[in-house]
DNA sequence: CTGAAAGCGCTAACAT
DNA sequence: ATGTTAGCGCTTTCAG
């Protein structure tokens, strides 16, 4: 017929398959390296399985989120892959309502939603970097952590409490901080942490921008590390390995991580009986050069 | 009617309306903390006002620019902010297809397309960056750059050139040296350069990137910047602020710019007249530490 | 001002 | 094998 530039309308093709070929993914801050990279995953997977990509960032909004879920409905996406932080009763039912594959990443659904995740061993990748520092003699180890709204940031919490406690090792008092996740807030943490517990010897941040924050505060003070402080951080982000900082850390996979995300969600889309198998990933102590046996 | 959880059905409106309510992101990797920022300053502005954002990302492979550009116009999308990379003859007539409003990010529109663009003026913002350096006194100058592909790769490196000659400074054999964009590329470039041009006393990197591996090597090396040397970067990457590195380098509005290109397209959309202004925004020379008078 | 009908561009079911 | 028709869920138009 015409075959000058015709192009099937896709969007009358949903109407009638009651598919939009089109998948949601709801993330607190693309700017997040980690997020960043898992979007690259997801996309990759989705793109290639001729699906198309719907980005919200929710700036952990609990109002963007809602408006994300509602206008995913409304638009009959297919499938969902959601970072969400505001999973009450009310979130649930929406969830619900939508009738179609959701995967939680890097988020735990609540019991009663029968729905799978997509993350990394955050409490045992935390035990393990908590058990290193003891493995190196540290008694006196301080704690800098995020936020309480935020997930992973109590898991790491959780995991530095029990391996200390596991060892009998009392958590001293002023020995755990918490802050937003900026370098700025790892350095003022790290500041006040050793006014608060000075036998310290060494900490454990629960991400790498903590941790580097606090390695910029112990640099301007010429407080040697490892020598006179060991710090361990969580992620390994790029910058962690870098010349100056060598952050012994916790990897994940996060692209890895985001891959797999999407082909669950595919799997669920395709076969429509599929049983939600979550996935848990394991996690890699890296060593680098800011952890030392304390001197004896 | 029914109270009961009745969602109307975006698809069927859309495909009435022709309007998809959707818009679509192209960029080659959202990974890039540069591009991160950008699409999060888009998808703002987009969702504020009800449209959905769907992005594909390409990773600089002509094939994926394709399919995202054919499926853009099968799902009928309202509008495009693309970062492409391969704008030939066969990729604009695939455009002009389209029909629809296209905003260029962070890259020039071929003259016979006539669509606008946001950018910062690399340029400009580069010829800055060397006459900082000249200002100095420094007139054995090197210049790391990025590959031959990347449009802003050559600005930056046209300002190069071009600034040395507006002074009468010749750019001397071995000067110039192009790589990836990765610290290890950075790395080996400085090693490199530094055999070539021994004169050298200060560099100007196409990106924070490359300028930070750059400085590994020089601490490595225990060249003291900016002692010995002094390095000037471009991007003003988060990481270039931390203690260590304390790089000098041109600041770009990356969230801004990202907005802008936004709510140039959603007039696009809006008034159908509308006549394309593009937006060229300029960059502010960041200086630290790295940048120090030459030593006579 | 409220209510029925036509139609957007496709696919699937049906008839030739 | 090919051709015709109904209808997806809305919006818009036109009639009542």
Redesign the interface.
């Known amino acids: 017929m015409k075959e000058l ?1 015709y ?6 093709r ?2 009638i398959q009651r598919k ?1 070929f ?1 998948i949601g993914l709801m993330l607190p ?3 997040d ?1 980690f997020l ?2 898992m ?2 995953g997801i ?2 997977v989705i ?1 290639d399985s ?1 699906y ?6 929710t700036s952990r909004i609990r109002e ?1 989120e809602e ?2 879920l ?2 995913a ?4 996406l297919d499938g969902l892959i959601i970072t969400s932080d505001y999973m009450d009763g009310e979130m649930m039912q929406v969830l619900r ?1 939508l009738e179609i594959p959701i995967v939680f990443l890097r988020r735990r659904p609540p019991a009663e939603l029968d729905m799978p995740f997509v993350d990394v061993d955050h409490y045992k990748g935390s035990c393990r970097a908590v058990e290193y520092l003891l493995s190196l003699h540290h008694r006196h180890i301080g704690f800098i952590g995020m936020p309480d709204f935020s997930y992973t940031g109590r898991e790491r919490y959780r995991a530095f409490c029990d391996t200390m406690q596991k060892n009998n090792i009392p958590i001293a008092e002023g020995a755990t901080i918490f802050g937003e996740r900026s ?1 700025q807030s790892g350095y003022e943490s790290m500041r006040d942490l050793t006014a608060s517990y000075p036998e310290m010897t060494a900490v454990f941040a629960a991400n790498d921008i903590l941790a ?1 924050g606090a ?2 505060w112990l ?2 003070q010429n407080i040697s590390v490892p020598d006179q402080m060991s710090i361990v951080g969580f992620d390994n982000l ?2 962690s390995n ?4 060598k952050l012994t850390t916790v990897a994940q996979p996060r692209k890895e991580m985001g891959m797999k995300s999407a082909e669950l969600l595919m799997t669920m889309i395709q076969e429509k009986d599929s049983k939600a198998a979550s996935i848990l990933f394991d996690t890699e102590l890296i060593i680098r050069r800011t952890c030392a046996p304390i001197n004896l």
């Open positions: 530039n192009t099937p309308n896709a969007v009358a949903s109407l939009s089109t801050d693309i700017t390296p960043s990279s979007a690259q996309e990759e793109s001729g198309h990509l719907v980005y919200g960032n963007k408006s994300f509602l206008s409905a409304q638009r009959k309502n370098y580097i390695l910029e640099a301007e790029e910058v870098l010349h100056w900082i």
